[in-house]
């Protein structure tokens, strides 16, 4: 009798067992089971479906399976392409930047190699200034411009190989914008050196400026920088013919009406706050 009353609780103790083990069999297999299982036009379809949904962890993945299960053809370029805006739309810069740029060197002839070089561009164009900066609304031209180098390298080359690709246009403008920085990078470092007597120095980011980037906006401070620098150097003829170049096209800059108090530099005590940017 005691053998027959513990059959049913043998069975009720089994149970639960048994849809556990069920249940990891069905989710262990099922899904890598079909990735692996999947066509390559299948593959391409899932991915693609998971970027529309903003799904880029899932989809990164889904392409990084086709591209090593078929390594060649269309599908597998188009895949790596697809693969480095993912990336890049998931914040993983380094890795996109590593994926786009080997696509680049091993198919310089694909067809859509025009989006290849746009891609790498934004990619470099986003590393220009950190989460943190954003935050802080610290300008990008206070840190290290190498990525906005990069970034307009890649828009220059662009634009040059293929002007008449709809990224052209786009392109243009944020090579406008990264000149502006990089022109502003510049003069933050000419004004801190008239501020600390290093004129010489001031005046040679100066002039870099005005020969570098002659249509930024930043050109006419450059120009104030240099005719200060003249003029504290003792080198007064170079500074008023440098004023009247000045004169001639920025009539209204305030160095003109106050030389002495151009220009206006935040409080000592300002400066010593965290983070914060004068631009």
């Known amino acids: 009798m005691a053998s027959r009353r513990s059959a049913p609780l043998k069975f009720v103790l089994i149970l639960p067992l048994l849809f556990a083990i069920g249940a990891c069999s069905l ?24 970027e529309q949904e903003g799904n880029w962890g899932s989809a990164e993945t889904v392409y990084q399976k086709l591209i090593a299960r078929f390594p060649y053809g269309a599908y597998n370029e188009q895949s790596q392409i697809e693969l480095a805006y993912a990336q890049y739309k998931d914040g993983k810069y ?5 994926t786009i740029n080997e696509f680049i060197k ?32 610290i300008s990008p031209s206070r840190f290290d411009q190498g990525y906005a180098l990069q970034s307009f390298d890649d828009f220059n080359t662009l634009i040059a190989r293929f002007p008449d690709t709809r990224y052209a246009a786009d392109a243009r403008q944020r090579m406008i914008y ?19 007597d ?25 120009l104030a920088v240099l005719a200060k620098s003249y003029h504290l150097l003792g080198q007064q003829k170079l500074a008023d013919q440098t004023t009247e170049v000045l004169k001639l096209n920025y009539p209204n800059h305030p160095y003109l009406r106050n030389p002495k108090g151009w220009p206006k530099h935040r409080s000592w005590m300002y400066r010593l706050i965290p983070l914060t940017s004068e631009h």
């Open 27 to 50: 989710f262990h297999h099922g899904p890598r089971d079909t990735l692996n299982n999947m066509t390559v036009e299948q593959l391409y379809q899932r991915a693609h479906s998971l």
């Open 94 to 98: 380094d890795d996109a930047y590593s």
């Open 106 to 137: 091993t198919y310089p002839t694909q067809k859509h190699i025009a989006y290849a070089y746009y891609l790498r561009g934004l990619i470099n164009f986003d590393r220009t200034e950190s989460a943190v900066q954003k935050l802080a609304k």
């Open 178 to 196: 990264l000149r502006n920085q990089l022109a502003q990078a510049e003069l933050n470092v000419a004004e801190y050196y008239l501020q600390r």
């Open 198 to 222: 290093a004129y010489i120095a001031a005046a040679d980011r100066a002039k870099y400026i005005i020969e570098h980037y002659q249509r930024a906006p930043q050109v006419a401070d450059a």
